[in-house]
């Protein structure tokens, strides 16, 4: 297994919309454990691969406090989502360092398939249903902090721009 490069906002590979994968193989299982392999050893809860530079539509979680509850989702699909909204305060790996507030549905239900090419459905609410929106949302391109207002998202460049400078 390898640990990945996970690029940083506002780099505009994060804006790659992800094709959908034709085959799950070897390949796929292999991208699916370095992104998990990623992921725990950032901290993160989950993880799209578009954050790692490839351009398919693969995403891990895992919001066990046990961190021993990976999910792997392929293709992911929403099938449906309440519409009570729920708001939280979001983090993501490619934006380090800032968290805000974003509301989306507080329930969904997504299919998608799984390591051996089976399609499974997914219930989510609470942290599950936050971080599985957020990380499909990575899959067409979207950055969470494209969710909050012009000037907050300003004011986030420009302090990311700034932290690069320094690295
Ligand atoms: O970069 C990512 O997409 C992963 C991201 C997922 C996420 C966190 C919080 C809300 C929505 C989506 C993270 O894991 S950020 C890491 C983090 O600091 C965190 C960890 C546990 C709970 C909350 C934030
Ligand atoms: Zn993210």
Do not use: W
């Not at 906002?9 to 991208?31: G, N, T």
């Not at 919001?63 to 509850?69: C, G, I």
């Not at 934006?95 to 507080?106: H, I, L, Q, T």
Request: charged residues 25%.
């Amino acid at each position: 297994m390898a640990l990945l490069q996970i690029i940083n906002y506002p780099d505009p590979r994060l804006h790659r919309i992800a094709e959908p994968i034709a085959r799950v193989d070897d390949e796929v299982r292999r991208l699916a454990a370095d992104m998990a392999e990623t992921m725990y050893a950032a901290a993160g809860i989950g993880l799209a691969a578009t954050q790692v530079d490839s351009h398919r539509q693969l995403l891990v979680v895992d919001v066990s406090e046990t961190r021993d509850a990976l999910l792997t989702l392929i293709n992911p699909r929403l099938v449906e989502a309440s519409s009570e909204l729920a708001g939280y305060e979001e983090g993501c790996l490619s934006v380090p360092g800032v968290f805000d507030e974003v509301e989306r549905p507080a329930r969904v239900t997504v299919e998608a398939l799984d390591l051996q090419g089976e399609q499974f459905q997914l219930r989510a609410e609470g942290l599950l249903s936050v971080c599985v929106q957020h990380e499909m949302d990575h899959l067409k391109g979207i950055v969470f902090v494209e969710h909050l207002s012009r000037l907050k998202r300003n004011r986030i460049v420009s302090k990311l721009r700034k932290q690069q400078k320094v690295l």
